[in-house]
């Protein structure tokens, strides 16, 4: 597997690719889990090249967030890499994606003032604006997005769309622990009675899809519902039942239907874990 540090050394490597082939990107933060190997696996089937990009972006963090903390095992994440057979692997350090200060950044407005984006003020112009200086770099056509960060493939979907980027994004569906809870770099902040606990958010939207299935009930009280029956001891950060497309939530008291996802983000100890279920009716 080629190893690129710098932009410069992508782009001649980038100058010798034949212009017929067919190159797909998974951007990441490393940390590698069975979910980023789904997003390479698919790419490596779909595509002639694949490439992977390791790098934790600071501008996607709050200020009063420990990036330092942030897990990193390049050695183990490279070695991942070569084993699927991935063709390059971008891993540049920070001063390479922001050698000065950066005064341009990428707004997808509206997409974000739910879920994630009303909690994490500001984190998904950090990921747009590295996002989109990724694929000026990498220049893909096709780049591969964990549905798990639900909000995050939306967003992305829609820069490309408005800002036409060339390049086509694939949603890639969570892949989960047996137990259900969804794989996430952050599962290796649970100790061992945390992760007894985690696997209750699974049962708690899959509950809620058995619910909104039957279309009985309120969006207001499947969530009432579900926080009871699974979520007594687990903090919730967010949880709500939200149109697929706008991301808007829907009206506590109508019977949810359309495209609807059930999504959340939970406190459990040092992890801030996030999950989604989508259905449409
Ligand atoms: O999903 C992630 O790991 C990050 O948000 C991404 C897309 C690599 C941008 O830094």
């Given at each position: 597997?080629?190893?690129?540090?710098?932009?410069?050394?992508?782009?001649?490597?980038?100058?010798?690719?034949?212009?017929?082939?067919?190159?797909?990107?998974?951007?990441t933060?490393?940390?590698?889990?069975?979910?980023?190997?789904?997003?390479?696996k698919?790419?490596?089937?779909?595509?002639?090249?694949t490439?992977?990009?390791?790098?934790?972006?600071?501008?996607?963090?709050?200020?009063?967030?420990?990036?330092?903390?942030?897990?990193?095992?390049?050695?183990?994440d490279?070695?991942?890499?070569?084993?699927?057979?991935?063709?390059?692997?971008?891993?540049?350090?920070?001063?390479?994606?922001?050698?000065?200060?950066?005064?341009?950044?990428?707004?997808?407005?509206?997409?974000?003032?739910?879920?994630?984006?009303?909690?994490?003020?500001?984190?998904?112009?950090?990921?747009?604006?590295?996002?989109?200086?990724?694929?000026?770099?990498?220049?893909?056509?096709f780049?591969?997005?964990?549905?798990?960060?639900?909000?995050?493939?939306?967003?992305?979907?829609?820069?490309?769309?408005?800002l036409?980027?060339?390049?086509?994004?694939?949603?890639?569906?969570?892949?989960?622990?047996?137990?259900g809870?969804?794989?996430?770099?952050?599962?290796?902040?649970l100790?061992?009675?945390?992760?007894?606990?985690?696997?209750?958010?699974?049962?708690?939207?899959?509950?809620?899809?058995?619910?909104?299935?039957?279309?009985k009930?309120?969006a207001?009280?499947?969530?009432?519902?579900?926080?009871?029956?699974?979520?007594?001891?687990?903090?919730?950060?967010?949880?709500?039942?939200?149109?697929?497309?706008?991301?808007?939530?829907?009206?506590?008291?109508?019977?949810?239907?359309?495209?609807?996802?059930?999504?959340?983000?939970?406190?459990?100890g040092?992890?801030?874990?996030?999950?989604?279920?989508?259905?449409?009716?």
């Open positions: 597997m080629k190893i690129f540090r710098t932009v410069k050394e992508y782009k001649k490597y980038f100058n010798t690719i034949q212009k017929n082939k067919i190159i797909g990107f998974v951007p933060m490393g940390a590698l889990h069975n979910g980023h190997l789904s997003l390479l698919k790419s490596l089937q779909k595509c002639d090249i490439g992977i990009s390791i790098f934790v972006n600071p501008l996607q963090f709050a200020p009063d967030d420990d990036i330092e903390q942030y897990p990193r095992q390049e050695k183990k490279i070695k991942i890499c070569e084993e699927l057979d991935v063709d390059f692997a971008f891993i540049p350090k920070i001063n390479e994606m922001y050698p000065e200060k950066i005064l341009t950044m990428i707004v997808v407005s509206n997409l974000q003032d739910n879920l994630c984006g009303e909690k994490r003020k500001g984190h998904f112009n950090g990921v747009t604006t590295v996002v989109a200086k990724l694929f000026n770099i990498i220049q893909p056509n780049a591969f997005f964990g549905l798990k960060d639900f909000q995050q493939y939306i967003i992305i979907k829609k820069m490309v769309k408005d036409i980027f060339p390049i086509e994004i694939i949603g890639c569906e969570i892949i989960r622990e047996r137990n809870l969804a794989m996430s770099s952050r599962n290796r902040y100790t061992k009675e945390e992760r007894e606990i985690a696997p209750n958010i699974n049962k708690a939207l899959r509950f809620g899809i058995e619910l909104i299935k039957e279309q009930l309120t207001g009280k499947i969530i009432e519902n579900i926080r009871t029956k699974y979520l007594k001891e687990i903090k919730i950060d967010y949880l709500n039942i939200y149109d697929q497309d706008t991301l808007i939530p829907l009206e506590k008291d109508k019977i949810p239907s359309g495209k609807i996802a059930i999504a959340g983000a939970f406190f459990i040092k992890a801030r874990l996030i999950d989604n279920m989508r259905i449409s009716l």
